[in-house]
């Protein structure tokens, strides 16, 4: 799982047990953007995973990937 982090910098975890949340603040502005890039390798044709960005605790974007090599990659951009 890789996400944009609270300095706007990429962080990328190995193997994460699901399901996992992160919270951080950040301080945005029109045009900033925040993208999770969540993805299961070797899963099963049953497999999924969902993705989700919350502003100020209002989810912005989700997104669901399905399938052996499931992935969900949302990104919002402020002012979208």
Avoid at 16 to 43: C, H, V, W
């Amino acid at each position: 799982m890789s996400y944009t982090n609270e300095s706007g910098g990429t962080t990328t975890l190995g193997t994460t047990p699901l399901p996992a949340t992160y919270r951080f603040e950040r301080t945005m502005k029109q045009g900033d953007n925040l993208t999770i890039l969540a993805s299961i390798g070797g899963g099963t044709a049953a497999s999924e995973i969902t993705c989700a960005i919350l502003l100020d605790g209002k989810e912005v974007k989700k997104l669901t990937g399905r399938g052996v090599d499931a992935s969900a990659v949302p990104v919002y951009v402020i002012g979208q």
